[in-house]
């Protein structure tokens, strides 16, 4: 173009967040690894050999997704109260989440003693057991590791140790939790709506 | 321009006297290093290490099938050899040797001072590198460390229900498991800090659409590691739930299927084709120009044909399985989608021979390895087109016809360009030449050893040579293809052996290199060889494709022919 020789400066040179580009990179990589257990579990539907079976024992865990799903929520508002320089709200935001988050793994720990003790479902009783546990707890995984970090960040902010210029930081870890929020949706509509 | 750095700014030229320092300060530092030219070199190294591992256990292979009913090894012998060679191969040859080079150029291209994520990078390393020891401790430790000499003996892709406890016991594969796992966690990091680097670390006026192709290429296959390397990552974790919690997935007594597994692994697999040749492509597409002279041939639709190819290869995989009977449908589909690729990568071929074309052609080795590339990847590209459908795929599939297939895209192709970009390159690592007159023997060398070995394997796998057997009869008449296969195999060890010797005399004798030996146009070889730890003194700015040629050619600057 020849107007473009004759703009004396070009736009100021500005480039994306490294850390938001980075976790963006891994969530990619980590819905690859869910999709596979997804599709094994879909796969192996009605495959078992022998019971029980997901209708007979499985359970609608509507309060944990509830509380999983509100944390989504907190931890935004979370990030927003930082990015405000509003330190005391964040951090109560962040016990929100990490409150919400823990309720949905204690559901989840609720269930799985009752299925294994209850209902004598192991990861070896049958195909549904192998995928059910697989999936299930691939995601409380995930769920634990963001509810350590969660709480780091919480400690953090406790003892005065954030300010503004953390929201950026704050903001990579929330996009995670949304992310694990994210696949539960999935999760939870595959085994426990569709699955049953 | 007028607020723009000039490119000599990158050099500083004050110049640093220092102590020696002491052996251990000096591994010290390359352990602790997070500077991604260190990580580079080591990742370099280390895959270099591998590759003369798993050449010899091609040599044991190759001396076994030899003659008619040898008996050099065992089968079980055997067995251990392939599965080691491919698994190697693949994931501590291929994957590393790519991600070290990226790893040492893309920063340096971009106009960088280190990749985006410094710590990150060396725990990749690291991790890949102990997945590597663990698969190699297998020798040791597969049963037990009193039942040495147990390496996984499963074939690289390791199919169900094989890999159930029943039918592999002791832990070899779990190692393979293992070491695999770890690896694939080294390659995901590695790719994301790749990725973010190409997104966020670029110099002022470095757009997307001015980045050299090699770094378009690393974005393209980052991208395929994300998507590729997740399902690995996920069917390893299922298999070692199968194998040590008593799991399912691909137990077929109780009801797990086996076919699941392979649609797993070549989910991961072919894209993993394309992963390791994506690189190659971009060492050819910055190699090609530089020697002849030209800016290359059709930018805009070498991207676009290599985001194509990143597309279409997630959609392929099952051309694997054809033998399996999946039905028309899926037959009809992966013939197609596999043919279809066939339609960016001759784009590629296609920019290449033109941007060659009225080139004044320098035939240095590199360029050398670059052109039989650009013939044998052809090659291998048609016999792939053969093998895509599925018919004449269920006459030769698991024969030495697609041994010798995919071999001429893995040597022919990949392993050609990255010794390219080793005698490219070596100047700008090293700061000193390598030497041409052991480069034309490490070349021709290994061209009549590759055609001797890879031509040769066609013909056993159409006359009926099924792959992974350890002997075979004397009325086959197989014995004297495969004689001359192994003898291939010999003049590609005297070759590596040439360029072994070569890297080394010339780290210590060659020739002192200066910045730009070459006369190259991309940001590597504006600042110094080897670069300074911080890369650029000033961080650079360009205005074009080629910012060494706009400073070299002020008068006639690419960025006035700029759209």
């Given at each position: 173009m020849?107007?473009?020789?004759?703009?004396?400066?070009?736009?100021?040179?500005?480039?994306?967040?490294?850390?938001?580009?980075?976790?963006?990179?891994?969530?990619?990589a980590?819905?690859?690894?869910?999709?596979?257990?997804?599709?094994?579990?879909?796969?192996?539907?009605?495959?078992?050999?022998?019971?029980?079976?997901?209708?007979?024992?499985?359970?609608?865990p509507?309060?944990?997704?509830?509380?999983?799903?509100?944390?989504?929520?907190?931890?935004?508002?979370?990030?927003?109260?930082?990015?405000?320089?509003?330190?005391?709200?964040?951090?109560?935001?962040?016990?929100?989440?990490?409150?919400?988050?823990?309720?949905?793994?204690?559901?989840?720990?609720r269930?799985?003693?009752?299925?294994?003790?209850?209902?004598?479902?192991?990861?070896?009783?049958?195909?549904?057991?192998t995928?059910?546990?697989s999936?299930?707890?691939?995601?409380?995984?995930?769920?634990?590791?963001?509810?350590?970090?969660?709480?780091?960040?919480?400690t953090?902010?406790?003892?005065?140790?954030?300010?503004?210029?953390?929201?950026?930081?704050?903001?990579?870890?929330?996009?995670?939790w949304?992310?694990?929020?994210?696949?539960?949706?999935?999760?939870?509509t595959?085994?426990?709506?569709?699955g049953r | 321009?007028?607020?723009?750095?000039?490119?000599?700014?990158?050099?500083?030229?004050?110049?640093?006297?220092?102590?020696?320092?002491?052996?251990?300060?000096?591994l010290?530092?390359?352990?602790t290093?997070?500077?991604?030219?260190?990580?580079?070199?080591?990742?370099?190294?280390?895959?270099?290490?591998?590759?003369?591992?798993?050449?010899l256990?091609?040599?044991?292979?190759?001396?076994?099938?030899?003659?008619?009913?040898?008996?050099?090894?065992?089968?079980?012998?055997?067995?251990?050899?392939?599965?080691?060679h491919?698994t190697?191969?693949v994931?501590?040859?291929?994957?590393?040797?790519?991600?070290?080079?990226?790893n040492?150029?893309?920063?340096?291209?971009?106009?960088?001072?280190?990749?985006?994520?410094?710590?990150?990078?060396?725990?990749?390393?690291?991790i890949?590198?102990?997945?590597?020891?663990?698969?190699?401790?297998?020798?040791?430790?597969?049963?037990?460390?009193?039942?040495?000499?147990n390496?996984?003996?499963?074939?690289?892709?390791?199919?169900?229900?094989?890999?159930?406890?029943?039918?592999?016991?002791?832990?070899?594969?779990?190692?393979?498991?293992?070491?695999?796992?770890?690896?694939?966690?080294?390659?995901?990091?590695?790719?994301?800090?790749?990725?973010?680097?190409?997104v966020?670390?670029?110099?002022p006026?470095?757009?997307l659409?001015?980045?050299?192709?090699?770094?378009?290429?690393?974005l393209?296959?980052?991208?395929l590691?994300?998507?590729?390397?997740?399902?690995?990552?996920?069917?390893?974790?299922?298999?070692?739930?199968?194998?040590?919690?008593?799991?399912?997935f691909f137990?077929?007594?109780?009801?797990?299927?086996?076919?699941?597994?392979?649609?797993?692994?070549?989910?991961?697999?072919?894209?993993?084709?394309?992963?390791?040749?994506?690189?190659?492509?971009?060492?050819?597409?910055e190699?090609?120009?530089?020697?002849?002279?030209?800016?290359?041939?059709?930018?805009?639709?070498?991207?676009?044909?290599?985001?194509?190819?990143?597309?279409?290869?997630?959609?392929?995989?099952?051309?694997?399985?054809?033998?399996?009977?999946?039905?028309?449908?899926?037959?009809?589909?992966?013939?197609?989608?596999?043919?279809?690729?066939?339609?960016?990568?001759?784009?590629?071929?296609?920019?290449?021979?033109?941007?060659?074309?009225?080139?004044?052609?320098?035939?240095?080795?590199?360029?050398?390895?670059?052109?039989?590339?650009?013939?044998?990847?052809?090659?291998?590209?048609?016999t792939?087109?053969?093998?895509?459908?599925?018919?004449?795929?269920?006459?030769?599939?698991?024969?030495?016809?697609?041994?010798?297939?995919?071999?001429y895209?893995l040597?022919?192709?990949?392993?050609?360009?990255?010794?390219?970009?080793?005698?490219?390159?070596?100047?700008?690592?090293?700061?000193?030449?390598?030497?041409e007159?052991?480069?034309k023997?490490?070349?021709?060398?290994?061209?009549?050893?590759?055609?001797?070995?890879?031509?040769?394997?066609?013909?056993?796998g159409?006359?009926?040579?099924p792959?992974?057997?350890?002997?075979?009869?004397?009325?086959?008449?197989?014995g004297?293809?495969?004689l001359?296969v192994?003898?291939?195999?010999?003049?590609?060890?005297?070759?590596i052996?040439?360029?072994?010797?070569?890297?080394?005399?010339?780290?210590?004798?060659?020739?002192?290199?200066?910045?730009?030996?070459?006369?190259?146009?991309?940001?590597?070889?504006?600042?110094?060889?080897?670069?300074?730890?911080?890369?650029?003194?000033?961080?650079?700015?360009?205005q074009?494709?080629?910012?060494?040629?706009?400073?070299?050619?002020?008068?006639d600057?690419d960025?006035?022919?700029?759209?």
């Open positions: 020849s107007t473009a020789s004759i703009t004396p400066r070009e736009q100021p040179w500005i480039l994306p967040s490294r850390g938001v580009v980075g976790i963006s990179c891994l969530i990619v980590e819905s690859a690894v869910f999709i596979i257990f997804v599709v094994a579990y879909i796969f192996y539907l009605g495959k078992s050999i022998s019971g029980p079976n997901p209708r007979d024992v499985l359970d609608v509507i309060v944990g997704t509830i509380c999983l799903l509100s944390s989504s929520l907190a931890a935004y508002l979370a990030v927003g109260a930082l990015r405000r320089n509003k330190v005391r709200i964040c951090s109560l935001w962040l016990a929100a989440t990490v409150l919400l988050g823990s309720i949905f793994l204690a559901g989840t720990a269930e799985w003693y009752q299925l294994i003790y209850k209902d004598g479902l192991t990861i070896r009783t049958n195909l549904f057991g995928t059910f546990y999936l299930v707890g691939l995601h409380a995984t995930h769920v634990i590791v963001g509810l350590v970090m969660l709480a780091l960040a919480l953090f902010t406790l003892f005065g140790r954030v300010s503004e210029a953390h929201a950026q930081r704050l903001d990579v870890l929330s996009l995670y949304h992310f694990v929020d994210a696949v539960w949706v999935v999760v939870f595959v085994v426990y709506v569709l | 321009m007028a607020d723009s750095v000039p490119l000599t700014g990158a050099l500083d030229l004050t110049s640093a006297h220092e102590r020696r320092p002491l052996t251990l300060e000096i010290h530092a390359w352990v290093t997070v500077d991604h030219k260190k990580i580079g070199l080591m990742y370099i190294g280390y895959a270099l290490i591998f590759l003369v591992i798993a050449g256990e091609a040599i044991v292979m190759r001396v076994q099938l030899a003659v008619p009913q040898n008996s050099l090894v065992s089968p079980q012998v055997f067995n251990r050899m392939f599965t080691m491919g190697t191969m994931f501590f040859v291929g994957m590393p040797i790519l991600f070290g080079f990226g040492y150029l893309i920063p340096l291209m971009l106009g960088a001072r280190d990749m985006a994520f410094p710590r990150l990078n060396a725990f990749s390393f690291w890949s590198v102990f997945g590597g020891l663990l698969l190699y401790f297998s020798f040791l430790g597969g049963d037990g460390l009193y039942g040495a000499g390496a996984p003996d499963v074939g690289w892709f390791a199919y169900a229900p094989l890999t159930a406890k029943v039918f592999s016991p002791g832990h070899s594969t779990d190692y393979w498991t293992l070491g695999i796992f770890l690896s694939g966690i080294g390659s995901i990091g590695t790719a994301l800090n790749i990725v973010t680097t190409i966020v670390m670029r110099c006026g470095m757009k659409s001015r980045m050299p192709l090699l770094v378009w290429l690393y393209v296959m980052c991208f590691v994300f998507i590729a390397v997740g399902p690995l990552t996920a069917a390893q974790i299922m298999l070692s739930i199968d194998r040590y919690l008593g799991g399912h137990d077929t007594q109780a009801g797990g299927s086996a076919v699941l597994w392979m649609h797993f692994f070549w989910i991961f697999g072919h894209p993993e084709v394309y992963v390791l040749v994506l690189p190659a492509f971009g060492f050819a597409s190699i090609i120009p530089v020697f002849s002279r030209k800016a290359i041939f059709g930018y805009p639709a070498m991207v676009t044909a290599s985001v194509a190819i990143g597309f279409i290869s997630l959609s392929v995989w099952a051309h694997h399985m054809f033998t399996v009977g999946m039905g028309p449908g899926a037959n009809t589909f992966f013939t197609l989608s596999t043919m279809i690729i066939a339609v960016p990568t001759g784009i590629k071929i296609f920019n290449w021979v033109a941007t060659l074309w009225g080139g004044n052609i320098r035939f240095t080795t590199a360029m050398l390895f670059c052109v039989a590339f650009l013939f044998q990847f052809l090659v291998a590209g048609l792939g087109i053969m093998l895509s459908a599925s018919p004449f795929n269920w006459q030769l599939s698991g024969s030495y016809f697609v041994v010798a297939h995919f071999h895209v040597v022919g192709a990949i392993l050609f360009t990255i010794f390219a970009a080793f005698y490219y390159w070596f100047p700008k690592m090293s700061g000193r030449m390598m030497s007159t052991l480069g023997w490490h070349f021709w060398l290994f061209l009549i050893g590759f055609h001797l070995t890879f031509d040769f394997m066609h013909i056993p159409m006359l009926g040579m792959r992974r057997i350890y002997t075979y009869e004397l009325d086959r008449g197989w004297v293809w495969n001359i192994s003898t291939g195999a010999v003049f590609q060890a005297l070759a052996a040439c360029f072994v010797i070569n890297l080394l005399r010339s780290y210590f004798k060659g020739k002192i290199a200066g910045p730009d030996p070459w006369d190259a146009w991309t940001l590597e070889w504006s600042t110094a060889s080897p670069p300074p730890v911080y890369n650029f003194a000033t961080i650079p700015s360009v074009s494709r080629r910012p060494l040629w706009d400073l070299k050619h002020p008068e600057s960025s006035k022919y700029e759209l």
